[in-house]
């Protein structure tokens, strides 16, 4: 793991560290003023701890997005601070809700030490209105996609358009530490099929954000070791353009399903590699419904997908061993769920939210073995398309979509 400074503290600023609190890595992300410790129902104590993680997206005046034409669909539109020639870094950002939900993520990559290196492409079924803080990115773009546009099609009809040597596909609720960028360039000679990030919890605060975090991204958390992986996770990742060439008609059949391009690098035999020095904040559902919610669909899904080849006796005898052996496997990984750097993040704090987002994942597999998948994967691609829905009312005042100024 790299000892260079990653800039979190100062994207998002920070606060002193409680006396009585062990040494935090530089990895923490906190916040000078959005926590005073008295979110109740936000800890595993009822109460915030002293010095609680929490991001805070900076402010400051935001330049306007430059009005774009009206391209035909799936065409690129150059706009804002076009530049001539390739750029090292693409960022392909998918808007199909609007500017407001993409503000965070294209603020943190406008201020990005390498920003003048990232051609930033936005997708949408139109023209953004409203402001958007650029910052210092080479050249601001707008891909534009039918107003029927799901997701898969958007992202590929911007993956097409991208022209950078690298070119990276982030979510809204992605949010890249300072240095991100000048991480991932450094890989731009590299051999590699997809290229990870080190994930770090945006909204800290929920025992829930960290049980689906711990759960989901935890074998990609910060604090663990990078280099060539076996698996990666299916969103904000990076690819090499060349290698994303050889399969544009695919793309968007590919990026329908989870994992489903992953898993063609690794039938080409692309390294996948993982690079724990560029960090980024990924917001986590932080209500209990919310959290275990997403378990639930996960496991079903998961456990759907698996029955189509087994009979119905074995398919009973994994529904009963989902749900009675899912305490057990808690136990079992509990020292593997909470490996990493920050001592924060522990079985004593956060042990019992995990313990219940193993549970409901191990009822949604039984329910996925003995009645499919039902609306399982609404409710998976519900996380993705808006997750400051899933979020409590402390980090949905932070992260919640921008409310109009009064007149």
Do not use: C
Request: aromatic letters at 4%.
């Amino acid at each position: 793991m790299t000892d260079r400074p990653h800039g979190l503290k100062d994207l998002f600023g920070s606060i002193p560290d409680s006396k009585n609190e062990a040494p935090r890595p530089a990895s923490d992300m906190r916040s000078p003023s959005t926590t005073s410790g008295t979110d109740e129902g936000h800890s595993p104590s009822g109460r915030g701890a002293p010095g609680a993680p929490v991001i805070d997206i900076p402010g400051g005046p935001a330049p306007d997005l430059p009005t774009m034409p009206d391209p035909a669909p799936g065409t690129l539109t150059a706009g804002g601070s076009a530049a001539q020639g390739t750029a090292p870094l693409s960022v392909v950002l998918v808007a199909l809700r609007g500017w407001s939900s993409v503000r965070r993520t294209v603020e943190a990559l406008g201020l990005q030490t390498e920003a003048a290196m990232i051609d930033l492409l936005l997708v949408s079924p139109g023209p953004l209105d409203g402001q958007l803080p650029t910052g210092a990115l080479r050249s601001v773009s707008v891909v534009s996609v039918p107003d029927d546009a799901g997701y898969a099609e958007a992202a590929a009809a911007g993956l097409r358009a991208a022209q950078g040597d690298l070119i990276a596909l982030l979510d809204d609720y992605a949010f890249p530490a300072v240095d991100w960028a000048e991480a991932v360039i450094s890989h731009r000679l590299a051999r590699f099929g997809a290229l990870g990030s080190a994930y770090v919890n945006a909204n800290p605060r929920s025992p829930h954000s960290w049980s689906h975090m711990l759960i989901e991204y935890g074998r990609w958390r910060d604090g663990l070791a990078g280099g060539e992986v076996d698996a990666l996770p299916s969103r904000n990742l990076v690819f090499r353009r060349d290698v994303l060439a050889s399969m544009q008609d695919d793309l968007a059949a590919l990026l329908s399903h989870d994992g489903a391009l992953i898993e063609r690098l690794r039938r080409q035999n692309l390294p996948l590699l993982m690079d724990d020095g560029a960090r980024v904040g990924i917001l986590n559902p932080s209500t209990m419904k919310g959290a275990l919610g997403a378990r639930f669909a996960a496991g079903r899904l998961a456990a759907a997908q698996e029955s189509r080849s087994i009979g119905l006796p074995k398919r009973t005898a994994k529904a009963v061993g989902s749900l009675l052996g899912a305490h057990r496997n808690y136990r079992r990984s509990r020292g593997s769920i909470f490996a990493g750097s920050d001592p924060t993040v522990n079985p004593k704090r956060h042990g019992r939210a995990v313990m219940l987002g193993i549970l409901s994942e191990g009822a949604g597999r039984a329910a996925g073995y003995l009645r499919g998948a039902g609306k399982a994967a609404e409710n998976r691609a519900r996380l993705d398309t808006d997750r400051t829905a899933l979020l409590n009312k402390t980090d949905r005042r932070q992260f919640g979509p921008d409310k109009p100024k009064r007149r």
